[in-house]
């Protein structure tokens, strides 16, 4: 009867940590003759690090990683990158900030790997987080814009996020319309929230993927770079080094 009475007021105030655990944590408090207000205690910081962790791992779920990836196996031992500066770009200051991240280098040398592991740092610490390639971002944007709810997506995916991460810019040439798309994103971000872009192309060949249109580059430009940290990767793809290392990429060029 006390079972049913407890669980029905778990449900009421919505404490199902508590609900699971009080037992348990009864006996414990007898047998090492807790106060009432430490037992009382104990249930409560219980529930709040259930709480924390169920919102940690919707946030990672919300993020849309395809896969979770760390700083810590990162092998910074093979790359350029300076890992104090990495360090301290995953204290997310920069978000605190509004500034931007723009991670650039060739296909394979980390960009997504470093952008992907500041977002999970971004996510644990309870920070709002949307990880999504160019091609993806393209083809969503235009889809709401077709359904005439391009500010709907603008409101729900864009602006409600603190830390958005583009990955892969520079791979698809945009067209006129979608080139807008991509400034109005930017301009909506600029000095609000921040932005990680990874891309394996430099500044001077931007014009050529936003439309050869020098006017809306040049603005698009001039917003991310205003507030930024700008890291050059410099080196070999991994995964060709790999595959060279294995001797794969040698038997299938013979």
């Keep these: 009867m006390l079972h049913d009475q407890i669980q029905e007021h778990c449900k009421v105030f919505k404490l199902p940590r508590v609900l699971e655990h009080y037992q348990s944590i009864s006996a414990t408090a007898a047998k090492d003759k807790l106060s009432y207000s430490k037992y ?3 249930l409560f910081e219980l529930e709040k690090e259930g709480r924390i962790k169920s919102s940690k791992d919707m946030l990672l779920k919300m ?9 810590d196996m990162f092998d910074y ?12 770009i995953a204290t997310l200051q920069f978000i605190e900030q509004t500034q931007n991240i723009l991670f650039f280098g060739p296909s394979g040398v980390g960009k997504t790997h470093l952008a992907q592991s500041i977002g999970y740092v971004a996510t644990q610490k309870r920070i ?5 390639t160019m091609n993806d971002l393209l083809f969503q944007l235009e889809a709401a814009q077709s359904q005439g709810k391009l500010e709907n997506y ?7 996020v603190k830390l958005l991460i583009i990955d892969e810019f520079g791979y698809i040439k945009l ?3 979608q080139a807008n798309l991509f400034f109005q994103i930017v301009n909506k971000r600029y000095e609000s929230s921040s ?3 990874t891309s394996n192309l430099t500044f001077t060949k931007w014009k050529e993927i936003l439309n050869n249109d020098e006017a809306l580059t040049t603005a698009i430009l001039d917003r991310l770079i205003h507030h930024s940290h700008i890291i050059n990767i410099q080196g070999e793809s991994y995964r060709l080094k790999q595959k060279k290392k294995e001797g794969i990429l040698e038997i299938s060029c013979s």
């Design 195 to 197: 932005i990680i872009i």
């Design 154 to 160: 603008f409101s729900r995916i864009i602006k409600s």
């Design 77 to 88: 031992k093979s790359s350029s990158v300076n890992q104090v500066q990495i360090n301290e």
């Design 128 to 132: 709002r987080t949307k990880f999504i």
């Design 175 to 177: 067209n006129e319309n």
């Design 63 to 71: 993020a849309g990683f395809p896969k979770v990836k760390t700083l």
């Design 40 to 42: 009382l205690l104990k």
